[in-house]
Each structure stands twice: as C-alpha cells, then as structure tokens.
C-alpha cells in the first residue's frame, strides 16, 4: 500500500470506483494470472483508521 506522497505527481489516476476489468496485484497473484499481460492503470484509495492509502490498480494490457 501507498500512501499520498508516493503517488503526488503520478499521470495515473485515482479510481473511486473500480471497474470490473481492475484488478489488484494480490488478486493477479491469487487468480494465477500472468502479470506480464497486465499493466499498472491507476490506484484504488483506502482507508486503516482515518489515515489514506492506495494501491495500485491493474488491467489486461490492450494490443
């Protein structure tokens, strides 16, 4: 997980609600997808407490 200041200046954007093709790098992982046919699309926040985080948010690369 991420926090602001490591995303501030990123060209990715911020997804407030994922789309069904986003998908996490752990959830890549654990549906045994091959990471190199996906790319980083942006970030998902969350939150522990009251304090922001994000992660990153992956979708099938296009040809």
């Known amino acids: ?3 602001k200041n490591d995303i501030v200046g990123s060209e990715k954007p911020i997804f407030f609600e994922r789309e069904d093709e986003h998908f996490t790098y752990d959830e890549l ?3 045994e997808e091959n990471l190199n046919d996906y790319e980083h699309v ?3 926040p969350s939150y522990i407490g009251k304090e922001q985080f994000f992660e990153k948010l992956y979708a099938r ?3």
């Open 1 to 3: 997980m991420l926090k």
């Open 29 to 31: 992982v654990i549906m």
């Open 42 to 44: 942006g970030y998902e």
């Open 61 to 63: 690369r296009t040809a």
